[in-house]
Nanobody, 123 residues
């Protein structure tokens, strides 16, 4: 299973960006997807989480500004980021907690990471 992220870029303070991430592969089921970010010199941090049932959770630093949403049919998760601040500048990574079925038709739990996408907020 692979994750493909898109939507990063350069935006001014107060602007908006929308990130998307799509999972692809054979025979898998996703039970949760996340967005993480990592700023230079800092540890990777969880930004937002969504379960397959639609429950969401956010880091305190982005509550009220970011919205995570998912489309189970398309295996896609999006992150709408509004009122962006310089401290939101980071590489953003999507992550999926899923189960896939191996060649023996056995379920295997896996945590899959997408390649990061750069978000830069400038004045």
């Amino acid at each position: 299973v692979q994750l493909q992220a898109s939507g990063g870029g350069l935006v001014q303070i107060g602007g908006s960006l929308r990130l998307s991430c799509t999972a692809s592969g054979r025979r898998f089921s996703i039970y949760g997807m996340d967005w993480y970010r990592q700023a230079p010199g800092k540890q990777r941090e969880l930004v937002a989480h969504i379960t397959s049932g639609g429950s969401t959770d956010y880091a305190d630093s982005v509550k009220g500004r970011f919205t995570i949403s998912g489309d189970n049919a398309k295996n896609t998760v999006s992150l709408q980021m509004n009122s962006l601040k310089p401290e939101d500048t980071a590489v953003y990574y999507c992550n999926a907690d899923l189960v896939y079925y191996n060649n023996h038709d056995e379920p295997v739990a896996q945590k899959v990471w997408g390649k990061g996408t750069q978000v830069t907020v400038s004045s």
